[in-house]
């Protein structure tokens, strides 16, 4: 099983403020065969303008993962997490029993650009958490480095799901691949430039759903990538 979904086939909506593409269904954005893929629930590429944000606002069960490009996000929930992530942070918040929070654009020229990415948990009702750690470009350059699991294992921030995701930067002959176990799908989504995918030009914004039992990743042009291992 194989399938494509370009950039410009996503949800769509532009407040003003926030300018959000939705892979999945979100918001007034509503596809009934789009609610997801396995526990992978939301990928939403936000660009926040200048002096904006998202206000205090509350979750639960959910296990919600930022990933800056560029620009900075301000966090600050009800646990008493206060930080900023910049490109290179990568920051996961486990709302379990419940949590709020808000998230700010505090430049005064320039745009957020960041995903938001929802899974849904293994375990409902667990007690809230939050995790954050940055990934160096060297730490992604030519490579699928670890950057989420279950365990925390290589590094990698944990998460409350049977999931992994991984995040590459590749340039010209820069290669690099993963092997799904049975059972299980992958996920790609580019998050800048362009790169191969078995065989598939994919573009900023492009995601494939794939049961392969290999993803590679090659011949990228100043690409960012995310790869989901999903039970």
Sequence with gaps: MLELRRSE??????????????????????????MGYGPLRVINEDRVQAGAGFGTHGHRDM??????????????????????IVPGDVQRMSAGTGVRHSEFNHSKDGATHFLQIWIEPKFTGI???????????E?????????????????????NQ?????????????????????????????A?????????RLG????MKTGAAIIRIENGSDAEVLVFDLP
């Design 9 to 34: 086939d996503r949800g769509h909506a532009n407040h003003g403020w926030l300018d959000s593409y939705h892979s999945f269904s979100f918001a007034d954005y509503h596809d009934p065969g789009l």
């Design 63 to 84: 296990e919600i993962i930022s990933y800056v490009l560029d620009g900075a996000l301000a966090h600050q929930d009800s646990m008493g997490n206060g930080s900023t």
């Design 127 to 137: 007690k809230p958490s939050y995790e954050q750690k940055h990934f160096t470009a």
């Design 139 to 159: 730490d992604r350059r030519g490579r699928l480095r670890l950057i989420v699991s279950p365990d925390g294992r290589d590094g990698s921030l944990s998460m």
């Design 162 to 190: 049977d999931a992994f995701l991984h995040a590459g930067l590749f340039d010209g002959n820069e290669a690099a691949q993963l092997t799904i176990a049975a059972g299980r799908r992958g996920y790609v989504h580019v």
């Design 192 to 200: 800048r430039g362009s790169l191969c995918v078995n065989g598939q």
């Design 204 to 207: 900023a914004g492009d995601a």
